[in-house]
Each structure stands twice: as structure tokens, then as C-alpha cells.
């Protein structure tokens, strides 16, 4: 059997790890994770960019800005209220809340801080607004089926970095 190189019509597998630029570990992934390369998913540019022409076994090593990566924090994703007018559920560092506008349009915001009598939740990607350093290491690829080629990713699905 030939060597298999990441490339167009390739399902490639890898595992990962997300560092702050100062090498603190922010996410890891030791389970494999799929995606169909040049089809549909959400791995950013660069990092698609990066694979190309690798082999199983293969590490890179990507460093991704703000505007690469998340986004810039935006500031009017983030809303403060007095305790007191939140719900109980609600109070916590953590809890996660969806809101939805008259559009039915949501977005998922999370507590992120309580001082002074007050709780803040941010919509912000928790990424949003950082540099990120991404190593990534290729674990298997093998050919796309025409179906999988057709709705452009693997039959199993993908779980992507965040």
C-alpha cells in the first residue's frame, strides 16, 4: 500500500493541542478527529493550509491571530445586570444561558463573572481576541467515498477545535 499524503478527496484524522503563546494548554484532543480536506467543516484556513501534503505521523505547528482564528473580542457581545435580576440557575460562574431576539435568532452567552453585586455573560467565543498555537498531529487518512466527497465530510461526522 502507498503512503497517503493529505490532499483534495482525502478524509484526514489527527489529534491536537491549543496553547496560549506563552506554551500554557488550553484545549487537547487525544481522540482522533475527522475531516474531508478542501470540504465542508470549520477548521479554519491556515490550519487546512498547513496539513497540505502531510503523511500519518506528521506534526505542524500553527500559530493562529485573533482575526486568524476567533475573532476580536467584541465587547457588545457582553451584557451586565445586578444579581438580584438574574435567575438563580444563573449564578454561577459557567452556567451557559440561550437568548433569542425577535428574529428567533439565539446565542449561547456564558457567566464569566460575579463581583460587586453583579453578573456578567459573555457571548464571546472564550478563544475570541486570543493568539493561538495549534499543534497538531496527523493520525490517519485515507480516501473519501463519492458520497462523503458529495456532502463534503466523513461519514462518522467531525468535532472541530473549540
Given amino acids: 500500500m502507498s503512503k497517503q499524503y493529505v490532499g483534495q478527496r482525502k478524509v484526514v484524522y489527527f489529534t491536537y493541542e491549543i496553547r496560549d503563546p506563552e506554551g500554557n494548554i488550553l484545549e487537547r484532543s487525544d481522540l482522533p478527529i475527522g475531516y474531508l480536506h478542501g470540504g465542508k467543516h470549520e477548521l479554519f484556513d491556515k490550519l487546512e493550509a498547513s496539513l497540505e501534503g502531510r503523511a500519518v505521523g506528521d506534526t505542524v505547528e500553527v500559530t493562529l491571530t485573533a482575526e486568524e482564528g476567533f475573532g476580536s473580542h ?81 461519514a462518522e461526522g467531525t468535532r472541530i477545535l473549540h
Fill in 74 to 154: 467584541k465587547p457588545d457581545l457582553t451584557y451586565t445586570d445586578r444579581i438580584e435580576n438574574v435567575p438563580s440557575e444563573f449564578r454561577r460562574l459557567g452556567a451557559e444561558a440561550t437568548f433569542a431576539n425577535d428574529r428567533g435568532e439565539t446565542i449561547a452567552m456564558v457567566v464569566t463573572r460575579i463581583e460587586n453585586g453583579q453578573v456578567t455573560l459573555d457571548g464571546n467565543h472564550p478563544f475570541a481576541g486570543h493568539t493561538l498555537v495549534y499543534r497538531i498531529t496527523v493520525s490517519d487518512i485515507r480516501e473519501a467515498t463519492e458520497s462523503e466527497i458529495q456532502c463534503g465530510t466523513p
